[in-house]
């Protein structure tokens, strides 16, 4: 009996992985646009006791002329919304991109439609801090009950507790500057 557990134990911890591989052949152009994040799970230093403060974000995603990603992101801080870009590196295998001169070491797609929700793991090391962040992706400003499973299992699958996942309040003022930034850049001639 014992056995049988543990052997159905391991089948169901193995399922998210499967997926992330078949996510690995997907063309990454579909994740491209704006997004906004609606949860988090991370295990950075202080956000068990900073999570309630934090508002929605948002996220921009484009491509560079040479096939990497470049990340635009707006977030609520202490001197109001803080905005930034990081461009990331495509790895040579799989659907991965990194840049670890920023602290950026991973950045993988969990699980996803693409149309509605992204479910987006990142391993970051800033300094003597090394930790990773679930994310979820929607591009509307609430996100949908198959999104919010997908993403509450992906964390607890990853082992984050309950006290570090979060859904966002619903302040829209940092996510929908990024966003309106975007649409404006869209329509001006030229590379995003």
């Not at 991370?42 to 948002?58: L, N, P, Q, T, W």
């Amino acid at each position: 009996m014992g056995v049988l557990l543990l052997a159905l134990l391991l089948a169901l911890a193995s399922v998210p992985r499967a997926r992330a591989v078949w996510l690995g052949r997907l063309d990454p152009k579909q994740l491209l646009g704006p997004w906004y994040v609606l949860a988090v799970a991370s295990r950075e230093r202080g956000f068990a006791v900073e999570k309630d403060m934090r508002d929605i974000e948002g996220v921009v995603v484009t491509l560079t002329p040479e096939n990497n990603l470049r990340v635009l992101s707006s977030r609520h801080g202490l001197e109001g919304c803080n905005q930034n870009a990081v461009e990331l590196l495509k790895r040579k295998s799989g659907w991965v991109f990194e840049n670890p001169p920023l602290g950026v070491l991973e950045y993988r797609v969990l699980g996803t439609n693409f149309r509605d929700y992204a479910i987006i793991f990142t391993q970051l090391e800033f300094g003597d801090e090394a930790f990773n962040t679930v994310e979820l992706y929607s591009r509307s400003e609430t996100a949908s009950q198959e999104a919010l499973g997908l993403f509450s299992k992906w964390s607890e699958g990853l082992g984050f507790l309950s006290q570090q996942q979060a859904q966002l309040r619903k302040d829209l003022t940092c996510a929908r500057r990024i966003l309106q930034v975007s649409r404006h850049l869209q329509h001006l001639p030229g590379p995003l």
